[in-house]
């Protein structure tokens, strides 16, 4: 009887997710009204790794669930790229509450997934607007937003403020640099290391990471490199007075300080390393017309510029602006347009090559497990 009675429950599973994958494909042809419709029979979106203050998207949230009336699940808003991988592969065929519908992950998660099989194509309706460059032509997977690499710098401690890595070398800012975490398992915090090693001139992404890597073993040995997460509580306490991190959270993190410590957020003029994240809808998704419907929002106008409230750029940045419907106050926030007009896109492959010399390296370089 027990063995029955799994073997029932697996049918059920695989008979559930085949209906899933009918609804998915049946929705590729619906009218917005219709899969508006969809969506709301399904009732529910379970989101992912979506901290609210990360690239404004709490209020997208807000925004999504009041004009669709949807329930939104969000689990483990603090996990990484990784943990939403993994989350999707843990739970295909379950259609509870822990099987996530969509993700939001560094590119070179994207192409990964799709080979893996855990991702279901669709093209939203403003496909057109979205740069080739940026997604995968059958539509598994597409960038959503963007940032650069930024330093956040304590005034009240640092007196004079660096503008490249190149001055983060000078002894008068001795125990002050700090980067996020753990480049080893930290998107942002690699691609700190590889910024640091195209301001030393490296040319490809492995050359990239060991200069950066001896770039940040020179700042510890002269005692400028902090070995504490650069985070809003360590820059207001001081014990991280310079820190890097993408710059929509160096940007969000000087509105929570509000002026106590007054911050100041620069553009590194000597490597302007960009980086791009990308939406993906669970092959295994148990609401997909919801997932789809997201998809519409975060790529609409009123999505794309939700995220650039929360100072990301968003992939359609270019579109929007050209059509003129950025609002100039958006825009009067953030660093000059300027800053960002020598900004690097470094390829998968780059990334790739750059992340094997860090998990190789970085640890016996630096003195870390």
Partial sequence: MIKLRKR??????????????????????????????????????????????????????????????????ELNPNAGSGDEIEAIKANKGNTGPQAPDVIDVGLSFGPAAKKDGLLAPYKVSTWDSIPDSAKDPEGYWYGDYYGVLAMGVN????????????????????????????????????????GAGVAEGAKDGAEAAEKGIAFFKDLKENGNFVPVNGSAQNMAQGTTPILFDWDYNVLAMRDKLAGNPPMDVVIPSDSVIAGVYVQAISAYAPHPNAAKLWMEYLYSDEGQLGWLKGYCHPIRFNDLAANKKIPQDLLANMPAPEAYAKAIFPTLDEQSAAKAVVADSWGKEMGAQ
């Fill in 8 to 73: 029932t429950v697996a049918l059920a599973a695989v008979l559930s997710f085949s209906t899933c994958l009918v609804q998915a494909r049946a929705a590729d042809s619906m009218s917005m009204d219709e899969l508006v419709a969809a969506a709301k029979k399904e009732g529910q979106l379970t989101t992912i790794a979506l901290p609210h203050d990360w690239c404004g998207y709490g209020d997208v949230i807000e925004g999504f669930k009041k004009k669709y009336g949807l329930t939104v699940n």
């Fill in 155 to 194: 005034k009240d401690i640092v007196q004079e403020v660096p503008q490249s890595f190149a001055d983060l070398k000078d002894s008068k800012y001795a125990n002050s640099v700090a980067i996020p975490g753990d480049p080893r398992t930290g998107n942002s915090t690699m691609m700190t290391v590889y």
